[in-house]
């Protein structure tokens, strides 16, 4: 039996537990809820997209004005705003599918229609694998930390509701504060939902 027990041990593979990155990268992360993210301390971060103005085909006034107008929007800032640049890959493989599921269900299309469009197809996959695109992803980044104790409430449901009203009421003010002033620049600001938090 001792025999037995150490070549079983001799064996015996120990398997590695995979560890749980996405669960440590978003550790400190309570909820996304109310087109927030809240963390475990108390702090909540909005996040507003950046449709940016393409400076480079302006006039130098309108360069200037443009400039003029970030430097007038961040010297108002006395709390942190974050800048956020995401690259995604563009995937054209879905636009492609349903060009051709329109020419194979197309019944008016000629021979020379219908070869132009596949030609079309055949060029643009090539197009992607050979020189992949991706496309810059502009965002503002809001956090702002609410103090339970400065709070005053007769539960903790009432406390909860009270904390995160405070949270969005700031973070919105900051938020359209950043798109009212950017406005005249014609830099769009956008509120990213809950959803495209996730995304």
Known sequence: NKNNKKKKKKHEVEIEQEPNLF???FS??????T???RFHDNSFTMIAEVDPVNYFLKNQDEQEAIDITVESWTATLNYPVGIYLQNRFIDVSEPIELMAKAMKESEDLNEAAL?????MIDDILTWQRDT???ETKRYLIF???IKA???TADSEEELETKVMEKAFAELMRRLTS???QLRKADITVNLIPTEGIYE
Do not use: C, F, W
Request: net charge negative; no cysteine.
């Open 149 to 151: 104790s400065d709070i």
């Open 178 to 180: 950043a798109r009212n």
């Open 35 to 37: 087109h927030m993210i």
């Open 143 to 145: 956090t702002h930390k």
């Open 28 to 33: 400190d992360v309570r909820e996304v809820t």
């Open 23 to 25: 669960e440590e990268l």
């Open 115 to 119: 070869s132009y469009g596949q030609a």
């Open 132 to 134: 992949p695109r991706y």
